[in-house]
């Protein structure tokens, strides 16, 4: 068994709403050196085995988990014993 953490964001070209207000928030709070918050999802998927895995994080991506037109996406495979 594997699991794979999938951080999706957005693409640097696409303005980010919700980014802005939390950094105006932090900066309200005086939170100071804050330039930029960017959000973006985390998901956790466990797959039965590592054969293909990332062919199969590949194609789950493209076809539903991420909007490829907007957003990029990165994952990491750990083997769960």
């Not at 999706?8 to 930029?36: C, F, H, M, N």
Request: glycine share 4%.
């Amino acid at each position: 068994m594997c699991k794979v953490n999938i951080y999706i964001t957005l693409k640097e070209a696409v303005l980010d709403p919700q980014g802005k207000v939390i950094s105006q928030s932090l900066k309200d709070l005086e939170y100071d050196g804050v330039r930029d918050v960017r959000t973006g999802k985390y998901l956790q998927v466990e797959l039965a085995d590592r054969e293909n895995a990332e062919q199969k994080i590949e194609d789950m991506c493209n076809r539903l988990l991420a909007n490829t037109v907007i957003e990029d996406y990165t994952y990491t495979i750990e083997e769960v014993v």
